[in-house]
């Protein structure tokens, strides 16, 4: 089984911090993604990478940067927290977009 | 960009019924539509996919049908159990471009 692990089940950090969020995966996938969960408008796509160092924008990827320095690790950065970033944050990854393997999710917190 | 739209966003069925989960895409050049299962506190599980040059796919319970003419396809379950009950997502991507668009989720409810 692809295993994508997410370095966090649950985080509260303060606004203004320097947020980081981890993701590994151990399947050689090319794709990982970051999405973000907030009730009632499903799952939006921050950014992804379809390579090591490579990275696109997603719909939202206002606030947000990411990593990806090693194929199996993308991390998502929130550089300045703030309180409308509270959510729930999937990261994912699959074998050239065919079938998503998501990790548990990190429900971050920000006061 | 694409744009996925879900119905309906709840569902409540009595456990044997079937039910229907509807989606339309807005790009034509979307080939690859997934289908998730999210229970309560977990993460969402590939259920089902299909193919745009496929018209229907079953599995066991669960099949799904596509209309690229009119751009919907759907998820059909038969013979509802209450482990059924969880939250479904849609999706629809061109594959090679590697990312999915979702629906913004049905929330199935199977009733004992």
């Known amino acids: 089984d692809v295993k994508v692990t997410q370095s966090s089940r649950y985080l509260v950090k303060r606004t203004g911090e320097k947020v980081f969020l981890e993701c590994v995966q151990d399947m050689d996938h090319e794709n990982m993604f970051w999405y973000r969960q907030d009730p009632g408008l499903g799952l939006r796509l921050i950014y992804f990478s379809y390579d090591v160092k490579m990275k696109e924008k997603g719909d939202i990827p206002e606030g947000y940067s990411v990593s990806r320095e090693k194929k199996e690790r993308f991390s998502l950065i929130l550089e300045s927290a703030s309180t409308n970033q509270t959510s729930m944050y999937l990261c994912?990854?699959?074998?050239?977009?065919?079938?998503?393997?998501f990790g548990s999710g990190t429900r971050l917190t920000v006061v | 960009g694409e744009n996925v739209e879900q119905h309906p966003s709840t569902l409540s069925v009595q456990e044997g019924d079937s039910a229907v989960i509807k989606c339309t895409y807005s790009d034509s050049a979307s080939n690859y539509f997934p289908w998730y299962k999210q229970e309560l506190g977990k993460r969402p599980q590939l259920i089902i996919d299909i193919r745009s040059n496929v018209g229907e796919k079953k599995d066991q319970r669960i099949a799904v049908t596509l209309n690229k003419t009119a751009k919907h396809f759907s998820l059909h379950i038969t013979e509802t159990q209450p482990e059924d009950s969880a939250v479904y997502f849609c999706a629809a991507s061109i594959s090679n471009a590697g990312k999915s668009t979702f629906g913004d989720g049905t929330t199935l409810t199977v009733k004992p």
């Open positions: 994912a990854s699959s074998f050239h977009g065919y079938g998503y393997t």
